[in-house]
DNA sequence: ATTCTGACGTGGG
DNA sequence: CCCCACGCCAGAA
């Protein structure tokens, strides 16, 4: 908790994305202060692989397009995840993606 | 050290 | 809405 790492700052946010919301790399990069690295976040995601505390597959990028589902186990592993969680998904893009987003700037 | 890539975002056309 | 180019920074080869 606290950590002064980058990484660490991402799972922090990931982890509060509230069930069946999602939010993009870009909306985390910013509120870390970080805005315009939001590739950074994505790149935390990646190594943030083992932490399964870490809800990455409620994180997509700015057009709710599941950019990352590829780098999941499965091939639509992170699909299944977010229809789970009562998210609609439909050819890797979020439906209501607007109603569905979660800000943490705006909601923290 | 240098080069390239990458789960992105924004701006211009 | 789509497409193209640039920026951004960390990590791997």
Avoid: C
Avoid at 4 to 16: I, P, S
Avoid at 82 to 88: Q, R
Avoid at 89 to 107: A, C, H, R, Y
Wanted: no cysteine.
């Amino acid at each position: 908790m606290s950590e002064t790492g980058f990484f660490e700052k991402v799972y922090e946010v990931a982890r509060l994305i509230p069930y069946g919301r999602v939010t993009s790399y870009g909306a985390i990069a910013k509120y870390l202060g970080a805005a315009g690295s939001a590739r950074m976040v994505g790149w935390a995601m990646n190594a943030s692989g083992n932490k399964e505390d870490v809800p990455a597959h409620r994180v997509v990028n700015r057009k709710g397009l599941l950019t990352g589902k590829h780098h999941f186990d499965g091939t639509n592993l992170m699909q299944q995840l977010l229809e789970s969680e009562g998210v609609e998904v439909i050819e890797n893009q979020i439906q209501d993606f607007d109603k569905l987003f979660w800000d943490p700037m705006k909601e923290l």
